[in-house]
């Protein structure tokens, strides 16, 4: 299931870029800002073949509230300068702006962070599932972060992840498949994700595109960055076919090459962050800092380096999203209904903030991103995904999501549960071995003897749950604060056995 938001946003781009290429406006200024400088290299590891933006946002917005109680010590949610660490954190990092003039909340970076640790989790899992197959084409994970100003002192973060090739094989920027490039902003105070294709970064605005792969054309487009905002349409376009005529055209007027040339000179020089892919499983970054290290500043920013800043439960509300898209099947159109529901905090604490971030970009992926489904009649059911969820437990330190879906496509049925356990202190998801006491081997023991009391047949299916590690165990908290340990159908049984769910007292 992956994000359905893809369609409306498809949509918007596409008559963005026949706006751009259409010729409407031959006369439109496409000078440089000029405070980019200019450059002569070209790219022949791009594909634009691929431009298509998912926009999946979770509301950020928050009332801020004034504690009157003599509580002291609890952290303000005032957000001041001299609350703030020093900018010289970012210098550490291969910033794109002036560190001097950063902007960003406590809030805003504990989404970040929380978005970063959960993208970097997701790559690793679609890695690993990679290596069962053939353990020595992948060495593991490489992730990595770029930081950039949008125009006011906010940032905006480019994450690329995917797996890391054969030593001999590619420089340490170099990637295999399965990879992601994505960028995350944040727009009126909502923190939106893009997937990008081929993209370069430079002060005041970003680059897609470039020359294909294999050198036969080029076809690139420019979107201003300012005043915190990433354009969704393009100020200027270049195209150019080499295979046959060589043609070259300029915001959708035909030029001569020279022309195009300096168009390329002036907009595609050498960007200090970028992202590529070539025609094969390959893509390549630049510029950019490891993820681990931009995290780590990050969550200093944030406040989540193990001072506890928490107060208590917070109140929150649960965003309603409702989404409605139709789908091609081989058994003609069908309508699939998308509602998802994200769970909002009314504080401004980093560590709610952060928690937020990871549940939300976990639910994108894991459930925004529908995959049509192409076979099985469904007759005269509509198509359904629908995730509903809810804070199970919340005592300043500790916060639990339960999170229930429920799907229907192609003549199948799913349902399950996710659960969610993040250290608000700490600004960490944790591990069942984080919450309950013993070694691995014991845990997992554990574990065992309770589904065996609920008529679990461990003799059949025991060595499905022996191949779990800590990390692979999906849980929550009830409103007691015990661990509530759960399993999907086909998990650790066959499927017409159902879920699972077992109850271990916490540590």
Not at 275 to 295: I, K, P, Q
Not at 304 to 328: F, H, K, W
Not at 429 to 458: C, F, H, M, P
Request: charged share 25%; with cysteine; glycine share 10%.
């Amino acid at each position: 299931m992956k994000k359905t938001a893809a369609f409306l946003l498809a949509l918007a781009l596409t008559l963005a870029l026949a706006a751009c290429g259409g010729g409407e406006d031959p006369a439109k200024d496409t000078s440089k800002p000029s405070d980019t400088s200019a450059g002569s290299a070209t790219d022949t590891a791009d594909d634009t073949s691929a431009d298509t933006a998912s926009d999946t946002s979770t509301d950020t917005s928050a009332d801020t509230a004034t504690d009157t109680s003599t509580d002291t010590s609890a952290d303000t949610t005032t957000d001041t300068a001299e609350d703030r660490p020093d900018p010289i954190l970012f210098k550490t990092l291969n910033y794109i702006g002036d560190t001097d003039r950063i902007a960003l909340s406590a809030r805003e970076a504990a989404r970040l962070a929380g978005v970063l640790e959960e993208e970097t989790m997701y790559v690793t899992r679609e890695v690993e599932f990679q290596q069962r197959y053939d353990p020595t084409y992948l060495l593991g994970v490489s992730a990595f972060a770029a930081l950039f100003d949008t125009g006011n002192g906010v940032p905006a973060m480019l994450f690329v992840g995917g797996g890391k090739p054969p030593e001999g094989w590619a420089g340490p920027f170099e990637l295999e498949a399965p990879y992601v490039a994505e960028i995350w902003s944040f727009v009126d105070g909502e923190l939106v994700c893009k997937p990008w294709d081929t993209v370069r970064i430079y002060e005041g605005y970003l680059l897609l595109g470039g020359y294909y792969p294999d050198g036969t054309g080029y076809d690139a487009r420019v979107y201003p960055v300012h005043d915190g905002v990433i354009d969704s349409v393009p100020s200027t376009c270049a195209a150019a076919d080499m295979l046959y005529d060589s043609t070259y055209e300029v915001d959708g007027v035909r030029v001569g090459e020279a022309a195009f040339n300096a168009w390329v000179k002036t907009w595609a020089g050498d960007s200090p962050v970028g992202f590529s892919h070539g025609s094969d499983v390959s893509a390549r970054c630049w510029g950019m800092d490891d993820a681990e290290a931009v995290l780590r500043v990050l969550k200093l920013w944030a406040g989540l380096d193990g001072t506890v800043r928490s107060r208590g439960a917070a109140p929150y509300t649960v965003q309603d999203l409702s989404i409605v898209e139709t789908l091609d099947t081989d058994f003609g159109n069908r309508n699939m209904r998308t509602f998802c529901q994200i769970v909002h905090f009314d504080t401004e604490l980093p560590g709610y903030s952060y928690a937020e971030g990871r549940a939300a970009a976990a639910l994108e992926k894991e459930h925004l991103n529908m995959d049509g489904a192409s076979s099985g009649d469904p007759g005269e059911y509509e198509y359904y995904d629908e995730i509903t969820t809810s804070v199970t437990y919340d005592d300043g330190k500790l916060l639990s999501f339960m999170s229930c879906y429920e799907y229907f496509g192609g003549g199948v049925t799913d349902h399950g549960t996710d659960g969610r356990v993040y250290d608000l202190t700490r600004g960490k998801r944790l591990t069942l071995g984080d919450l309950v006491s013993g070694q691995e081997y014991e845990i997992r023991e554990a574990v065992r003897q309770k589904l065996i009391e609920t008529g679990w047949d461990n003799d059949f299916y025991g060595s499905e749950l022996d191949r779990m590690s800590l990390e692979d165990f999906d849980f929550y908290l009830s409103p007691s604060g015990n661990v509530m340990v759960c399993f999907d159908k086909y998990e650790i049984a066959d499927g017409a056995s159902g879920e699972f769910e077992v109850e271990l007292p916490r540590a």
